[in-house]
Every structure is written in C-alpha cells, then in structure tokens.
C-alpha cells in the first residue's frame, strides 16, 4: 500500500501559478502522475513522470504551462501550474502505479484525496 498526501491548492487569479506537491509514503519504483476533475466533468489526466523522472507526459491542455517533476530522495512529485486559467479549477488528485504512465485512470492504483486549484477571472 501507498498513501499520497496532495498539498498546494488553493486560490489564484487568472495568469498566475501555484505548485502542488504530492508526498507518497514510502519509497518506491512506481510512477507518477496528476488527474483532475472538475465539477459535473469526468476526471482527466493531466501529467505523468515515470520513477526515474526522465519521462514525462502531459495532456494537451497544459502542454508548456505545466511542469511535473520530483524528488525520489523525498518521495514527492511536483506539478507546477503558470499561466492558470478559469478552466485550470477543478480538484486535483495525486496518484501512482507500478510500470510505466498511462493516460487512463482506471489503470492507476493508488490515489490522494485531492486538493482544491480554483482559479479567478
């Protein structure tokens, strides 16, 4: 088992950024990745990071304003958010499997309890 603690969310205008972070709670070889849903939307797959870090995927809605990285040593990966957008808000799940990424959520095995992004006009 893999308990992930999401922190980072919270309330920002428009064109402006916020870093979440996502401590797993022991170590491992898995990867890692970021969903979001907003309300009355399905979930959606934002990003994923292999173990190593060195592969890295993103959905084309954050493409070049999203950053996912981390820190193996801290068993944390970072999503970091610039240039948000109204339709950025939505909660944000932290989640990981072992293997490689994957794009479907139903294929991941362990998941945060989310963290809240809302981003004004």
């Known amino acids: 088992q ?3 603690v999401e922190s980072g969310g919270g309330l920002v205008q428009a064109g402006g950024s916020l870093r979440l972070s ?3 709670s022991r170590r491992t070889r898995y990867a890692m990745g970021w969903f979001r849903q907003a309300p ?11 173990w190593s870090g060195g592969s890295t ?9 999203f950053t996912i990285s981390r820190d193996n040593a801290k ?4 999503l970091q ?9 939505a909660v944000y799940y932290c989640t990981s499997r072992p293997g490689v ?11 945060g309890q989310g963290t809240q992004v809302t981003v004004s006009s």
């Open 101 to 111: 990424p994957t794009t479907e959520g139903r294929l991941w095995d362990y998941w």
């Open 75 to 78: 068993n944390t990966v970072y």
């Open 22 to 24: 996502c401590a797993a």
């Open 57 to 65: 995927y993103y959905a084309d809605s954050v493409k070049g304003r």
């Open 40 to 50: 009355e939307k399905e979930r959606e797959f934002v990003a994923a990071t292999s």
């Open 2 to 4: 893999v308990q992930l």
């Open 81 to 89: 958010m610039n240039s948000l957008k109204p339709e950025d808000t």
